[in-house]
């Protein structure tokens, strides 16, 4: 790892701008929080670690289209850039790299 | 959609949220919104909706964005405290300079304020202190209105009843009777003590520790006392509920402590630390009921919503209908507020008081304020040149003016704030000293958040002021010309010799101000007093003084410590009581001219030193008629009209007395005013009698006198300590305030001169760096030193004729002015104004001298070696 580092939330965050894609946006990210990773976080929290993260680099932002049901405001859509993705792999290497050592034959119970 | 009505959870996000990040966190909380809306119930989704955007209030949300653009704005500051510093370090002797009369003006001005301050807090802090005054008489006399503030006993309870619109009266007097207080062994003698009617606590916010305003004098035999007092009495033991007495044998009485009062805050009118209630007078010696006696202050509450001018044209009669006596004698109220500062009447209107010399103080404090920063203004501008270069590199590296305007004020307000350090530090230091000189109990209220908000905005102030104009001009430079050589700053200019006229205009008028001050006192130290105060001594009758007084006086004239001893009501040093009843034959039934009374039985004039123009002084010894004798002054005889009163008979108050002779003037009362008509009584009124004269025996040493009176005290008067008073200290002490202002004007003269002279040096020194190659020139072609120096004198001089010419109708009309309110004074004097002109312009000769004087000596080698 380099010397950036990523927290749990701010790596869970960015692996699901880079899972959204094109609709990677706070309300959005909130709902796949809840249904997918069954997180309930609250908005404005997310939306800190976004910006944090754009701080660092790892992701980029544009206005995208806006709803009715958001009362016409746009959105800010998130993008993952390169370095956030190298980040993504660096991390789940290392990550990988210790699962390995870890006895796989253990039985549990 | 409801997009029109919009939510308060986002009404309030928008108050805190960086207004970039506005529409996208609103849209998805609203987003978030609508499908808790499908989720849950509506009020469930509002709620969880204002949760949601309380929650932004987080510092990642709030820091958002503001920091970033003023990193920037950081490191230029940095960066021009740096320059400030540098520069301030390179040139040490004209930082100082700033720095120090910086300072110099700030603690003055922080001084007077704090003085001003209190001044104006008086009896400010009463809770309903718009509804609270105090009652004034008015009357004609000998065609003019006089007012004064001492009424009679019976106002107080007669106000209450007749009228609606009091919602209370009190009676208040405190005119210092002597009080001995027994607890167990302890003997305490006071005279700060006042009696005041029971309404008395609950009408004035004068907080308690103990007891209850409302109940404590319901029992004629109680009293109130401070902590203090209480604290002399009983130690740490609790006061309240304890009984005391008052006085010793037959005359004593014991009383009950009902209320213990905090300390009485410095900035009130009422002095006291304890409180008799009148019932308890009254229950002693009788009421009061005569409207001609004046004796007491009364105060008055108004009920809520009563207008005070409507009810002054209401109340004002109230003499007349009960005294019958008088046709003319008005009250009415001034409010308690305004006693301080606006109590004095002229002719019956309200003129001023003393008002006028706090804002006299406060014009003070703000010509010192800025004649402090003139020198930072002057020697900025003045020394701009050197900065023309760092000034043309800035803007053609692309500065705007705004942001060197910004770099200079930085640099003033630096010293401001600097400044302003050491001036907290010697207004610290000084505070006490000056209390001591002012006779205020003034404090520095760290603790206050207005003192630091105050301090903070007076140095911003400062800065401002002294900063502003250097860094216009500075600015405005044009780098083409400063970098290719063109420009130079110009040595002399119009404004700066203003200011520095200015500055010296007010060192000349405050000089000129101590001069006709210390001129005004001498004359009236100098004023024939008319009696001798040389060994002249008075003692209080205190516990059996009085009684024992015959064997006391015949003891000391026995064994030679005086050489004459007169009983009298008062101390020669001050009026006891006046009246304008007095009968003579051939009075005008309109004369209400007022007489002073003064009660002697015998032999005063030898005892005082008083001259006797005609007739004789009183003797019961060889004239047992002399008990209804009295003397008159020479104001008094020409008062009643007489060229020969002897022999003649008046009355005052339905009692005949003779007139034995005429004494000449003395001073009785205030050495400031004419003599006012005065009559010596006999010994006939034996109840007047509280004080002994003695002449000390002029022979034997004081001390030897004093330690054998000592003694005699003691046997005559075992109980109470021994206490005299030399009468030169008492009159002495009327000088107090006069003496404030001399030591005033003369501080503040000092400082200006100080202030302004420091300027003027930083000012001539720059001129003498600018001009050296033109003195070591006009020395080469045969200029002498003498010349030399004369020429760069002639420079600093004058702006200090200018400001001679200009001010001096100014300091003219002021000490004119000042000397007006004394109806003894000396004439401002012809000479005075050129004489402080010249010791102000001598000053500043020396001060300047040294530089002058070297640089006229200087060999010009040094100076026009380089090219």
Redesign the interface.
């Known amino acids: 790892m380099g010397k950036e580092y990523l927290g749990e939330f701010e790596e869970l965050i960015l692996t699901l701008v880079a899972v959204l894609q094109e609709d990677a946006?706070?309300?959005a990210i909130?709902?796949e929080l809840e249904t997918r990773v069954k997180r309930d976080a609250?908005?404005?929290?997310i939306?800190?670690t976004l910006?944090?993260l754009e701080d660092k680099g790892f992701i980029k932002s544009s206005f995208g289209g806006?709803?009715?049901?958001?009362?016409?405001?746009?959105?800010?859509i998130y993008a993952i850039t390169n370095a956030g993705m190298a980040m993504l792999k660096a991390m789940k290497e290392s990550r990988m790299e210790l699962w390995k050592l870890v006895p796989q034959l253990k039985i549990v119970g | 959609?409801e997009?029109e009505s919009i939510p308060f959870a986002i009404k309030l996000l928008r108050k805190f949220c960086p207004s970039q990040?506005l529409?996208?966190?609103?849209?998805?909380?609203?987003?978030?919104f609508?499908?808790d809306i499908r989720l849950v119930d509506e009020r469930k989704a509002k709620q969880r909706l204002l949760w949601?955007a309380i929650?932004?209030c987080?510092p990642?949300?709030l820091l958002?964005n503001k920091i970033k653009s003023n990193i920037n704005t950081v490191d230029m500051l940095t960066n021009y405290l740096k320059v400030a510093l540098r520069v301030m370090g390179r040139s040490k002797s004209y930082s100082f300079i700033n720095l120090f009369s910086l300072a110099l003006g700030i603690t003055s001005f922080a001084l007077l304020f704090i003085w001003i301050q209190q001044e104006l807090s008086y009896d400010q802090f009463h809770a309903d202190k718009d509804r609270l005054f105090k009652v004034w008489n008015r009357d004609i006399a000998n065609g003019k209105i006089n007012c004064w503030d001492v009424t009679p006993r019976v106002l107080a309870p007669t106000l209450h009843e007749e009228f609606a619109g009091v919602e209370t009266a009190v009676s208040y007097a405190a005119w210092g009777e002597q009080h001995l207080f027994v607890e167990g062994q302890k003997r305490i003698l006071k005279t700060s003590g006042a009696y005041a009617d029971s309404s008395f606590l609950t009408m004035f916010s004068f907080p308690l520790i103990k007891g209850d305003a409302r109940t404590a004098f319901k029992d004629p035999k109680s009293i109130a006392i401070t902590e203090t007092f209480a604290r002399e009495l009983f130690g740490d033991e609790e006061a309240m509920g304890k009984s005391v007495t008052i006085g010793e044998g037959e005359a004593s009485m014991p009383v009950t402590i009902t209320a213990v009062l905090k300390d009485l805050p410095t900035n009130t009118e009422f002095k006291f630390e304890y409180i008799l209630p009148y019932s308890l007078v009254e229950m002693v010696t009788g009421k009061k009921v005569r409207w001609g006696l004046n004796s007491v202050y009364t105060y008055v509450k108004l009920r809520e919503g009563v207008n005070a001018d409507e009810f002054n044209e209401l109340v004002k009669g109230v003499v007349k209908k009960h005294y019958k006596d008088t046709k003319t004698r008005e009250v009415f109220l001034f409010p308690l507020t305004k006693m301080r500062l606006y109590s004095r009447f002229e002719n019956g209107v309200q003129s001023g008081g003393r008002i006028e010399i706090i804002r006299l103080l406060g014009i003070l404090g703000l010509a010192l304020l800025v004649i402090a920063c003139i020198n930072f203004i002057n020697l900025s501008t003045a020394r701009a040149q050197r900065r023309s270069k760092e000034v043309a590199i800035r803007k053609v590296t692309g500065a705007f003016r705004h942001s060197l305007i910004a770099q200079f004020l930085c640099e003033s307000m630096l010293l401001a704030f600097g400044a302003g350090l050491l001036s907290l530090g010697a207004v610290y230091l000084a505070l006490p000293y000056f209390s001591t000189l002012v006779n205020e109990k003034l404090v520095l209220n760290f603790y206050n958040i207005n003192f630091w908000l105050g301090g903070v905005s007076l140095l911003l102030l400062v800065g401002l002021l002294a900063g502003s104009y250097p860094a216009f001009y500075t600015s405005a430079f044009q780098p083409v010309k400063i970098l290719k050589g063109f420009f130079t700053a110009s040595s002399k200019s119009v404004l700066r010799t203003a200011l520095v006229v200015f500055q010296f205009g007010i060192a000349i008028t405050l000089m000129v101000s101590v001069f006709v001050v210390q001129r005004q006192i001498m004359y009236i130290q100098n004023r024939d007093k008319g009696y001798d105060k040389e060994n002249l001594i008075y003692q209080n009758f205190t516990g059996t003084l009085g009684k024992n007084f015959q064997s006391y006086k015949n003891e000391l004239l026995q064994r030679g410590i005086a050489t004459s001893v007169t009983k009298t009501s008062n101390p020669i040093t001050e009026r006891w009581s006046n009246t304008d009843g007095i009968m003579w034959r051939g009075k005008d039934a309109q004369d209400k001219t007022l007489f002073e009374r003064f009660y002697a039985d015998q032999h005063l004039a030898t005892t005082a030193g008083l001259t006797i123009l005609r007739g004789r002084d009183m003797d019961l010894e060889k004239y047992s008629t002399d008990s209804t004798a009295v003397l008159l002054n020479e104001a008094a005889a020409k008062a009643m009209g007489f060229s020969d009163p002897i022999g003649e008979k008046i009355q005052d108050n339905g009692v005949d007395w003779h007139v034995i002779g005429i004494v000449k003037d003395f001073i009785f009362t205030s050495p400031f005013h004419p003599v006012e008509p005065t009559i010596l009584f006999g010994c006939n009124q034996s109840w007047a009698f509280s004080v002994a004269h003695i002449k000390l025996n002029g022979n034997r040493p004081i001390r030897e006198n004093l330690q054998a009176m000592e003694a005699l005290s003691k046997k005559y008067n075992p109980d109470f300590p021994f206490e005299y008073e030399f009468v030169d200290d008492a009159y002495a002490r009327k000088f107090a305030s006069v003496e404030t202002t001399r030591t005033i004007t003369l501080l503040a003269s000092f400082l200006t001169i100080l202030i302004a002279g420091l300027g003027l040096l930083g000012l001539s020194t720059f001129m003498i760096e600018v001009r050296v190659k033109e003195i070591g020139i006009r020395k080469v072609m045969g200029g002498s030193a003498i010349s030399i120096t004369q020429m760069l004198t002639w420079a600093s001089v004058k702006p200090i004729l200018i400001a001679l010419a200009i001010f001096s109708p100014l300091s003219w009309y002021l000490t004119n002015w000042w000397l007006s309110t004394y109806p003894f004074h000396i004439s401002v004097g012809l000479f005075t104004i050129p004489v402080a002109g010249l010791t102000v312009i001598i000053m500043a000769i020396v001060i300047t001298g040294t530089q002058t004087v070297r640089a006229a000596q200087a060999n010009p080698v040094e100076s026009l070696r380089n090219e």
Do not use: W
């Open positions: 946006y706070g309300a909130a709902e609250n908005l404005s929290a939306h800190v910006y944090r806006s709803t009715n049901e958001r009362g016409g405001r746009r959105k800010r | 959609m997009t990040l529409e996208e966190i609103e849209g998805d909380l609203l987003q978030q609508q499908r949601n929650r932004y987080r990642g949300i958002r």
